[in-house]
């Protein structure tokens, strides 16, 4: 049997401390150290997942082959460009950067070391997207919100690379779609110095439009999406995990029945399991 490869977390603050958590009860790895830049933070974390507490990042990252890193966005750079130089490979908490150029030397700086880069846009493992997927056909048109109460926590960058980043991940994955063609929002800074509330309109190579609406000045928690297609409408609700797909009847005809029942059957989907 294989060692247990050697493992570090670099920030353990309120996303962090679910990678510690997570890394710790992982087969096959050996979470050896934590850091964060509050040291106090730093050893109650390390006291709950059984690792101690590391003082300084360079320290940490000359004990392991793998770091998952969740430090605010506009340190994702300057912190996973430490790492990645060093040989060690980086999960890195969403968004991969505050900055398209940060993003790019990251992407570099790992091809360069031959090491793994990862971003951990975890939606697409969502139990209603798992489910929805298999019933995905030619969508037309995709509505996504994500709606957050105000917290200071990751107000050092937009709501677009806070919280959008993970709608606009998915439309590409429920789509398939590489890119977007065209881009439109407005967007409004209410309560920090970026913008907390974001809609932006885009369009895809194949013609799908959606619309993406992120807001952390809600208040209420609102995840969900709806797709629109010629099958039916599916509706996601990302919090519960649940899905639903209405249906077209295979044996309707266009401009018969008086109800919606006679038009539709409604179906909970399940996700597959693993």
């Not at 139990?127 to 109460?149: D, G, M, S, W």
């Not at 890119?179 to 907390?196: M, N």
């Not at 369009?203 to 208040?219: D, M, N, W, Y």
Request: hydrophobic share 45%; aromatic share 2%; glycine share 10%.
């Amino acid at each position: 049997m294989s060692a247990p490869l050697p493992v570090g977390v670099i920030g353990v603050g309120a996303l962090g401390r679910h990678h510690a958590r997570h890394l710790a009860a992982l087969d096959g790895v050996q979470l050896v150290g934590v850091y964060d830049a509050n040291p106090d933070t730093a050893e109650r974390v390390g006291a709950e997942v059984g690792a101690p507490a590391v003082g300084a990042v360079d320290a940490l990252l000359g004990q392991v082959r793998a770091v998952s890193i969740a430090v605010p966005t506009s340190l994702h750079a300057e912190v996973g460009l430490r790492a990645l130089e060093r040989g060690v490979a980086v999960l890195m908490e969403k968004p991969l950067a505050a900055t398209l150029a940060e993003a790019d030397a990251l992407v570099a700086a790992a091809a360069q070391a031959g090491v793994v880069l990862h971003v951990g846009q975890i939606e697409r493992y969502n139990r209603a997207v798992r489910a929805a997927l298999p019933a995905v056909e030619n969508p037309r048109y995709i509505e996504a919100e994500r709606i957050a109460p105000y917290s200071p926590r990751g107000t050092d960058v937009s709501v677009v690379l806070d919280l959008m980043i993970h709608d606009l991940d998915l439309l590409l994955a429920l789509t398939g779609s590489p890119e977007v063609t065209d881009v439109r929002g407005i967007g409004a800074a209410v309560l920090s110095s970026h913008l907390d509330m974001v809609n932006a309109r885009l369009e895809l190579p194949g013609g799908t439009v959606a619309s993406i609406t992120a807001s952390r000045i809600g208040r209420q928690r609102v995840r969900r999406v709806r797709i629109y297609q010629d099958t039916g409408y599916l509706t996601l609700d990302l919090a519960s995990g649940h899905a639903t797909f209405l249906r077209v009847r295979p044996s309707w005809k266009r401009g018969t029945g008086t109800s919606l029942e006679e038009v539709v059957e409604e179906i909970v989907l399940e996700a597959p399991e693993g």
